[in-house]
């Protein structure tokens, strides 16, 4: 089966860093993702890891370490719209599996 | 279209009626995905087509759920004899086959179920 883990909430202020760590362990892995969403609304595509090391896109970055079943989560130079919840999700094969989520509030 | 629509975009069911949700997925996106999301949870997967064909039904709850995709391209949920339990947003998405950038969700339908 597939066990997805990430925190809860986490609280950051505007302008500062935020890490969010996610664990898995997944019968089979094929790609690591993670998404956006705002309450109320779909959830959006950040990133997409399949092999080890930091992919960065402006002021999001995702690590993958396949070895330890870990990726991280790095929002950089916080904003008030970044808050939201960020959903980790593994692709076993085909589908993808949820985390629950980490909402992030970011305050002023 | 630009985006996964979804229809209606809410809905209240009494307890005991049938609800169908359709999905319009990005056109020329082969995989579609059903996801049920519980508030303050993440997507919990019910099903997965590639075309018309349902490759992966592990999720659906129980037998009172149904997915079809007849043309391979839009998707209907289907929930009979709606119970409390299955109030729930229900999120569709479709990517590309081989896809390395994510799926792409629609707005959901919010199933409110009385």
């Known amino acids: 089966g597939q066990n997805i883990d990430q925190p809860t909430e986490m609280t950051a202020t505007e302008g500062a860093i935020v890490q969010i760590n996610c664990t898995y362990q997944?019968?089979?892995?094929?790609?690591l993702f993670w998404y956006q969403q705002h309450a109320g609304e779909a959830p959006t595509f950040l990133s997409y890891?399949?092999?080890?090391g930091l992919e960065e896109k402006g002021r999001f970055s995702s690590f993958l370490s396949r070895s330890k079943g870990y990726s991280y989560l790095l929002l950089k130079e916080l904003q008030m719209k970044d808050s939201a919840s960020y959903l980790c999700?593994?692709?076993?094969?085909?589908?993808?599996?949820f985390g629950a989520g980490t909402q992030v509030v970011v305050t002023p | 279209g630009a985006g996964v629509s979804q229809s209606p975009r809410y809905k209240v069911a009494k307890r005991g009626q049938d609800v169908a949700l359709r999905c319009d997925p990005i056109?020329?996106?082969?995989?579609l995905f059903w996801y049920q999301q519980a508030l303050g949870q993440g997507p919990e997967f019910l099903t997965y087509?590639?075309?018309?064909?349902?490759?992966?039904k592990s999720g659906l709850p129980s037998d009172r759920f149904f997915a079809e995709r007849p043309e391979g391209s839009v998707s209907t949920l289907k929930i009979q004899r709606t119970q409390q339990e299955d109030s729930a947003v229900y999120l569709c998405?479709?990517?590309?086959?081989?896809?390395?950038?994510?799926?792409?969700f629609g707005s959901g339908t919010r199933l409110t179920v009385v």
């Open positions: 998405a479709s990517s590309l086959a081989s896809s390395s950038g994510g799926y792409t």
């Open positions: 997944t019968s089979g892995f094929n790609g």
């Open positions: 890891n399949v092999l080890d």
């Open positions: 087509f590639q075309n018309e064909a349902q490759l992966d």
């Open positions: 056109s020329g996106h082969v995989s």
């Open positions: 999700a593994v692709r076993p094969v085909g589908k993808l599996q």
